[in-house]
């Protein structure tokens, strides 16, 4: 079976580092022969999350769209910026509106319950985005209960992090992305994904 694997990046700003490391994943999953669908938040804009809005007009179409995205692969890579030591307004809006997708697309209650998530960060400091990752995985995993693999991409001082190809520079980065796009193939083709099953 061919893994199907979802990437985006929590921002949508022109030029995103995140945007870039999004696109090198995509690459580096795509040579491990996974079928991978590269998707920009721009797409799907929603408006803020809102109960009452909820309650008044139901899911907006783009919440729907992008869940569709969601559960029509097997896994997702989310590169996302870190925002005040946490994760960026567009991205946690964007998670709060596709969890409220539940049937038929969610089996479980939540198209997120069970279902595996790689994630990275580039930023122009030097802790590589770690703390917005604690917070992403801490909604993705106790928030979301989704499978968060332990390995995850940093790239620290990632205004340089990147050549004119939009290829990482650095041997260690390479490496470490290269390792963590494995690292979900194998989890999602392997013993991880019978486990959701």
């Not at 694997?5 to 921002?11: C, Y």
């Not at 991205?91 to 997708?101: G, M, P, V």
């Amino acid at each position: 079976m061919t893994p199907r694997i979802l990437v985006f990046a929590g921002s949508i700003r022109s030029g995103s580092l995140n945007a870039r490391l999004a696109a090198v994943m995509a690459k580096e999953l795509a040579l491990l022969g996974a079928d991978v669908s590269l998707v920009s938040l721009a797409d799907y804009p929603m408006p803020l999350y809102d109960g009452d809005l909820e309650e008044e007009r139901g899911l907006p179409e783009n919440a729907d769209k992008l869940a569709r995205q969601i559960t029509g692969h097997d896994a997702v890579f989310i590169a996302s910026p870190e925002h005040n030591a946490g994760i960026p307004a567009l991205l946690k809006n964007a998670l709060d509106w596709t969890s409220r997708i539940g049937p038929p697309y969610a089996p479980r209650g939540s198209i997120y319950a069970r279902r595996a998530f790689a994630i990275g960060a580039a930023s122009p400091g030097m802790a590589g985005g770690q703390r917005g990752l604690i917070a992403l995985r801490q909604v993705l995993e106790l928030g979301l209960g989704a499978i968060v693999l332990p390995e995850q991409v940093l790239l620290e001082r990632a205004t340089k992090g990147f050549d004119e190809a939009g290829e990482l520079r650095d041997l260690r980065h390479q490496g470490l992305t290269r390792l963590v796009a494995r690292r979900l193939v194998e989890f999602i083709s392997g013993e991880g994904l019978a486990k959701r099953s």
